[in-house]
């Protein structure tokens, strides 16, 4: 199974820019800011921007969709591209992990995040490989918390999942998804 197209799933304009829904977006940023080959293009409700990792190039695709219609963006750029699901990295947030945490997982199903329930209905499978960004839970409401920015507290965590987060991607390129489960799941947390 290889790597051909990064979807990191996150909210358009500037007012979603620096929330917990768009720390996928942050994490394409880092993978372009370290491995960006082309221009960014605007692609069928989707920015485009080609990625040489390791000699490979892989495309990474930031949908302008807003969250809940993610899969009509990542499935117009499978289909231009020709890609396979089994060929896609999903990134996004999930607030069932704790801030800062990294999850790679091979397939599965959406545990109620609706970027991925869109695209998993779209290309028709679960079968999709995926990084999961820990935002942490609390008792605001889930709609309002991911809408709303990273404290300042929570931003040295932030940054390191990010990062961490952008390892994983080189990782998954190079050596498939089981090397890169095997590197990054077993991590702790950064509070532990």
Known sequence: MSLRLVAALGNPGRQYRDTRHNVGFMVAQEVLRRWRSGPDRLEDAASVTAARIEGDTVLVVQPQTYMN???????????RHGVEASEVLLI????????????????????????????????????????RLGIGKSDDDLADRVLNPFTKEEMPAVVTMVEEAADAVAVIATAGIAAAMNQFNRRETPEG
Not at 69 to 79: L, P, Q
Not at 101 to 123: D, E, F, K, N, P
């Open 69 to 79: 219609r993610s899969g009509d963006a990542v499935e117009a750029a499978t289909r």
């Open 92 to 131: 996004y947030d999930d607030a069932d992990l704790p801030m800062g945490r990294i999850r790679i997982r091979s397939g599965g199903g959406a545990a109620g995040h609706r970027g991925v329930t869109s695209i998993i209905h779209r290309l028709g499978t679960d079968q999709i490989m995926r990084i």
